[in-house]
């Protein structure tokens, strides 16, 4: 690499390094601003609270305040596990099953357990669903306008909604009974579980580490940080996307994209059971109910319904995950740089 390569490579990674690099002012692609991930272990909460707060005030709206459907006392401040079952009632069993989050099931889980309610709660009959990419690595956008299976003519338009990205971490080994069915792992899966691990101490998803480092093109040892990175990824180019899921269904982990001080970040939750697996069970995972969370995060495009930012607490984990990472220092131009 010639020096006037190496010089502009270095101002680059110097702009990105600002204190005052913003990616939104300066026109960066979000990409070129990320920096490292965390954990936040109110993801979710933060999710459920937000569904529950529209959940209410849809119901105000249409039956006044203080009284349910069939006119007994309402409060706000039941227990949020059994959220799922106020909103879907019996119906929640139909969509609800140790499978739901598997890589062939969730696309069904979504189109006939979460687009319906999604239309109730926004009014809307329009909402629709779309899918692009295969089953282990899929994005699901709710959409105003013709979804997969409506007729669409080519001026039809959509309105890009809500946008999650699910990418499937399962263990690849495979174990079945005797009859067929598949022994679902005690350990959510490898990958969660050490995500999980690696997000309490906070790891580097800087971008500048590329320029300076050198942009190696064989495949990631690390499989588990390919995972991270097609989710960010996707999530920076997609519309109106700030949630991602690792799935091994049952168990699912809820990533969020945030902007903070101006780069781009990624927060991560612990390990949740989409379903309730009874007190015989040996897994470590909280239970979340899965149709509930979903709902949640594709309503997050109505006012009422939307999640909260995170914490202050968890900004300021960010800055100072921020500042242990540093900088590069490029007098003399001593880091390795890229072949561009």
Known sequence: MDFLTQLRIALRIQELQSPDFDVDIDGTDKLQGLRCAVQDTRIVDRAFA?????????????????????????????????????????????????????????????????????????????????????????IFTLVRGPGDKQPSSSTATRQNMATIVAISVEDEELVFDEDGKRILPVIHSRGISTLERMSRKGFDLRFVRCLAEGVDERPAKNILMQFIRQIVIRLIDAENGRFGLLTASPYYMLVELVKVDGKMHLLVDRPYSAVDEGPDSTSTALYRPGLALLLSLFMNHKSDFEIDEPSEDIKDKIRQKMRDLGTYDFKGFSPKFASL
């Not at 779309?130 to 690595?137: A, I, L, N």
């Open 50 to 138: 937000g569904l529950e707060r529209g959940a209410l005030a849809c119901h105000i709206a249409r039956y006044g305040p203080g009284v349910e459907a069939d006119g007994k006392p309402i409060t706000d401040s039941k227990p949020r596990d059994d959220l799922q079952a106020r909103i879907y009632g019996p119906h929640a069993e139909q969509f609800s099953s140790r499978e739901m989050f598997s890589p062939d099931t969730l696309s069904q889980t979504i189109e006939w357990g979460v687009v319906g309610p999604a239309r109730l709660f926004s009014d809307d009959e329009e909402l629709n669903l779309t899918t692009s990419g295969p089953e282990f690595r899929r």
